[in-house]
């Protein structure tokens, strides 16, 4: 059965994901913010849970190495995200804006940078980014959040042309 990593799990889509693809019997690494919501995942088949905010780059740095010593994944599922808060461009908080960036679009370039070489060198693999419908609009007081989806949604459509 496939490996599959998938990030923000423990909440919203990334948790709906894992109760679904653990019921399919997938093998299934979560990473997840809140330690209370992530255990409280009832899972068959989790090769393993970690708790920790995708901003700490030496956790994420960690976690990464466990599942390629592991032999890494066969699909990855770049969920996470955030919106920092609602607020005009003119407004925008550069540090809740770099927060947003990293998690949003950063962190997810570091877990395809960790794990597409066992992809690639095992000739198959799958990254689903998860983008937001906000890249199809421009709204107000979302600017930020736009942006840091957006940016993702252009390393995704490079990434495809990339590896073909």
Known sequence: MKKILITGASDGIGKALALMLDEKGYKTYLFGRNP??????????CLKKYAFDLKDRDKLNEALNDIRLSGGVDILINNA???????EV???????LEDM???NCLSHLVCIE??????????EGLIINVLSSCCKANITTM??????????????KILVKEVK
Do not use: C
Request: net charge positive.
């Open 81 to 87: 995200g955030f919106n920092y808060k609602k607020e």
């Open 101 to 103: 960036l990293w998690v």
């Open 36 to 45: 209370e919501k992530l255990n409280s995942l009832k899972l068959n088949n």
């Open 90 to 96: 003119k407004d925008i908080n550069i540090s809740g």
């Open 143 to 156: 600017g930020g959040y736009t942006a840091s989806k957006k940016a993702m949604e252009a390393l995704s």
């Open 114 to 123: 960790a794990l597409i070489p066992q992809m690639i060198e095992k000739g």
